[in-house]
Structures are given as C-alpha cells and as structure tokens.
C-alpha cells in the first residue's frame, strides 16, 4: 500500500513539473571542477593588481602581515571551506584601507583569480557572485 502512495505520489510530482533532487543526493562541487572562467580570472587579475597587490605581493605569496594567497599556508587555512566565506572575508575586509568597498562580482572575480593562481583549471561557467551560489562549492586541494 505504502509503495503505491509513494509511486502516485512521485507520478504526480513528476506530471506537474515539480521533481526535485534531496540535497543529499546533489553532487557536491569543489574547485576542482571548473568552478570558473578564464575571462572572470582575467578580471580578477586586474581587480588583485589595483586592490591587493600592495600588502599580498605581485605574486600573491603575501608581505609582511598580510597572508600569502598562493601556495600550502593559503591551502592549509582554506581547504574544505566553501568559496562563500573566502570571497566573504575578500568583501567584507579587503582591501585593508577601504574594507567594504568591493562588490560580490569583483570578489567573486578575485576568488577566480587566485583559485587560477593556485593551480585549479578554469571551466565553462563563471563561479557565482551570490553568497548561495558560492557556499555550494567547496575549496579542495588542487588535484596533482
């Protein structure tokens, strides 16, 4: 009996366009799946040179306090975080003597910058700007 609720239930659900996937059985993104352009790296790339150059270095391997966004020490304090709360800390507190000023896409465009910095390849699709789009892709170490 139960069985056949549920088969009517799921004819019904599916018949009126309304199938939906449990958040449990979604595949899970991270950046190793191609979570960005390579035209938003680019715009993040001029974004990094006129915003965070001066305290994070040419090469992003951070100066004096300001931490490197590049390499292990920037793996090891981001890895299996979400992207939400990497290109949150960027908005909210970047740049040191204007925190606040950046908006979602030019931090989003930032992320991508330095996700293409560490080694993740670039994909068909540009990484989200909003808050709900980026806290579903995590931030794993880059596959070797």
Request: net charge neutral; with cysteine.
């Amino acid at each position: 009996m139960k069985t056949k609720m549920a088969m009517g239930a799921a004819a019904v659900m599916i018949l009126a366009g309304t199938t939906t996937v449990p958040r449990a059985q979604e595949a899970a993104r991270t950046t190793n799946s191609g979570v960005y352009t390579e035209a938003q790296a680019e715009r993040g790339r001029v974004a990094v040179q006129n915003y965070c150059v001066s305290c994070h270095g040419g090469d992003l391997t951070g100066a004096d306090v300001a931490p490197g966004l590049v390499g292990g020490s920037f793996l090891g304090n981001w890895t299996g975080q979400s992207i939400a709360d990497l290109s949150s800390r960027i908005r909210v507190t970047m740049p040191l003597d204007r925190p606040g000023s950046l908006s979602s896409n030019t931090a989003a465009d930032v992320v991508a910058y330095i996700l293409k910095s560490n080694g993740y390849a670039a994909g068909g699709t540009e990484l989200p700007s909003d808050p709900q789009g980026q806290g579903a892709i995590s931030l794993e170490a880059p596959k070797s």
